[in-house]
């Protein structure tokens, strides 16, 4: 009895977790895409201040970086960097929606972004109801469907013993 007890245990806990996989690759998937959207913005912003300088971002930024000025140099090394973060996540971005839905779990687990993944971590509400306040909701609903379950089953049983009383009268 023991080891089926084990089992079903393993099991259960198991398919929690996979079936949880789903709903954290979708919340990192919109993380994603909102760091996306906002690297977009200002990658963007700065292509058009280099388009208007008449200059490219390569050559924007060699201009920034090799500046005598310290704070224009760093400009240049943090442009260049938020130029980069925003290839590899709008990458990572592209390879989830690209895979198929039962996939994303393991192409996000294939190549994460950490910080991303940990900030969806800390944020992460389950989809099924595992945390205590889902528990409590889920036996709110299930007391009530229950009670009222009960009272149309009381109600049809009331109107069926009247019928059969006005009946055999």
């Not at 994603?32 to 971002?57: H, I, K, Q």
């Not at 060699?62 to 290839?87: C, F, H, M, W």
């Not at 944020?123 to 379950?149: E, H, Q």
């Amino acid at each position: 009895m023991v080891p089926l007890l084990i089992r079903v245990f393993a099991a259960l806990l198991t398919g929690t977790v996979f079936s949880q996989s789903v709903e954290f690759t979708q919340q990192y998937l919109q993380r994603l895409g909102g760091a996306v959207d906002e690297l977009e913005t200002v990658v963007e912003r700065f292509d058009t201040g280099a388009a208007r300088a008449g200059v490219s971002r390569d050559a924007a930024l060699k201009r920034l970086r090799g500046n005598s000025d310290p704070l224009a140099a760093r400009q240049g090394e943090d442009a260049a960097t938020t130029i980069v973060r925003y290839e590899e996540l709008a990458r990572r971005y592209r390879d989830l929606v690209d895979a198929a839905p039962l996939f994303r779990p393991f192409v996000a687990l294939g190549d994460p972004d950490w910080t991303t993944a940990a900030r969806t971590g800390e944020d992460y509400r389950p989809a099924l109801p595992v945390a205590s306040d889902g528990i409590v909701l889920t036996a709110a609903g299930f007391g009530l469907g229950w009670a009222f379950g009960a009272s149309a089953h009381g109600a049809v049983r009331m109107r069926r013993r009247r019928f059969r009383r006005s009946s055999r009268a």
